[in-house]
């Protein structure tokens, strides 16, 4: 960061308005590091090949952001940003030909930027080596270590000689897991697996310490876990809150959407419903209580917004799906199903029974035309086209998962054939990324009037985490619209 004065605005009421700014981490040499039976363990499918997740895939999520985020760093400077792929300073936090941008913001330099401060310095340090359960000799080795190197083997878990000295932290490339922004209140959540306590950790120090926050450290909400939970009856960690960012969404700025999942406990759920009632942030919060299941994880692993009146979502995790009318088989294996959606929505001003819906649609058809005033009928663009087994195939591989850089236009894998195959049958225009960004530089396309676009990003790589570009990113300014 170049100002580390400048205060941010933090402000995210929609998630479809034009974004602004976001935080991002790229991914690191951890990632690289990740062996098949450890995989699992840290929340992966697969291995993945750290050049090409790198140079073929995300470092063009980074410029696309920046020719819409921050046009000024990298307009005129593409062909050489692509003349050699071997050096990518460009997109290397803490090098000096870094782009540092203050819009698209990568959370390796927030964290050097904290370190610089030895008091932080010194509590980081002690809280790592004791999570990690570190030697006194390392801690005090860390201890004298540059702070832009320090902050790398915090992530990367491995010194500047490339030896391992605790776990990596993969995950971090899922920034909108650790972090939420609803409104000007940033929700700091709690991860369910192990896996992620580093992150978790680092994440909170930033927010709490970094000086563009200096003005919201008062909005900064810490989920706790229910009091003496570790006496109550049972295993400790039935009682335990966990709450990932990818089971929040902010679809207006009076309501929130949270997921009880693999991933979001109903204790979460409970205690972030109480923080953002008591803290006025919103006023209606809906639980959308998904199966507890892999494929789904969280809940925009399957749905996730295009416009205000355009949705993509899965089918198949709907009470009702396609049919129309339903086929008898509907009525006559729900009411057993325990697989079937449940949803049930809590107002700060009522102390009565919470509202349910029927099915995600009406929930997300309520929310179109009630919070968001849509003067158009309410759409849903499905996985897979709806089709077995295509939805459930491309569902995995994030088609439900879409990023939105403004009202209708949207990021996805271009591996989605089916879903692709939707959007064009809904009105979308569908454009490769590489193709988009040679238009943004040479003026033939302008980011402030693309409209109702699919933007195609490579995934061979990435869908490997199983996570899309929602997962990849936390938004903290968008537009209102």
């Known amino acids: 960061m170049t100002d580390k004065t400048e205060t941010f605005k933090v402000n995210v009421s929609t998630e479809i308005g034009r974004l602004r700014k976001l935080l991002i981490h790229s991914p690191d040499s951890g990632l690289g590091k990740v062996v098949p039976s450890k995989a699992q363990d840290w929340l992966f499918e697969d291995i993945v090949h750290l050049d090409t997740i790198r140079k073929d895939e995300y470092d063009y999520y980074v410029k696309l952001l920046m020719y819409f985020l921050d046009p000024e760093k990298i307009k005129g400077k593409l062909a050489v940003i692509d003349a ?36 932080t310095k010194k509590k980081l340090v002690a809280a790592v080596c004791a999570i990690e359960g570190c030697t006194y ?18 992530i990367s878990g491995s010194l500047e000689n490339d030896l391992m000295i605790f776990a990596p932290i993969p995950n971090l490339i899922f920034t909108r897991d650790v972090g939420i922004t609803i409104n000007n209140y ?45 006496l109550r009856p049972g295993e400790e960690d039935e009682h335990r809150t966990t709450l990932e960012g990818g089971d929040v969404m902010t679809v207006s700025k009076n309501h929130v959407l949270i997921g009880c999942s693999e991933r979001t406990s109903a204790y979460g759920a409970n205690e972030a419903i109480r923080l953002l009632f008591e803290n006025d942030v919103v006023e209606k919060v809906t639980v959308v209580k998904v199966p507890n299941k ?68 009406a ?10 005033n849509s ?53 979308f225009a569908v454009v490769n990324v590489k193709d988009l960004i040679n238009d ?35 938004p903290i300014l968008r537009d209102d619209i």
């Open 137 to 154: 000799k390392l801690q005090l080795q860390m201890l004298e270590t540059d702070t832009k190197i320090l902050a790398k083997i915090f």
């Open 186 to 230: 940033i929700l700091l959540n709690k991860p369910a697996k192990k896996a992620r306590s580093r992150e978790t950790l680092l994440m909170r120090y930033i927010f709490f310490n970094h000086n563009i926050f200096n003005e919201y450290k008062d909005h900064v909400l810490e989920i706790p876990d229910p009091i003496q939970h570790f």
């Open 294 to 361: 892999r494929d789904f994880m969280h809940i925009d692993t399957i749905f996730t917004q295009v416009k205000r009146n355009v949705w993509t979502l899965l089918s198949s995790i709907s009470k009702y799906h396609l049919i129309n009318p339903l086929e008898p088989i509907d009525f006559l294996i729900a009411p057993d199903n325990k697989e079937i959606t449940e949803i049930l929505q809590f107002n700060k001003k009522s102390t009565g029974a919470p509202k349910s819906f029927e099915s995600i649609e």
């Open 363 to 372: 929930l997300l058809d309520d929310i179109s035309q009630t919070d968001l």
């Open 440 to 474: 943004l530089e040479n003026g033939a396309v302008d980011a402030e009037t693309i409209k109702d676009t699919l933007i195609l990003m490579p995934s061979a790589e990435l869908s490997r985490a199983r996570g899309g570009f929602h997962c990849m990113s936390l």
């Open 375 to 427: 003067k158009e009928p309410t759409k849903f663009i499905y996985s897979g086209n709806g089709t077995f087994p295509y939805d459930a195939r491309e569902q995995w591989t994030d088609s439900c998962n879409l990023l939105a850089l403004k009202e209708g236009v949207v990021l996805g894998y271009d591996r989605n054939d089916k879903t692709i195959e939707a959007f064009k049958d809904n009105g």
């Open 84 to 119: 050699d792929t071997s050096n990518r300073s460009f997109f290397k936090p803490n090098h000096p030909d870094f782009h540092n941008s203050r819009a698209v913001i990568e959370i390796q330099n927030l964290l050097s930027d904290i370190l610089e401060d030895a008091s």
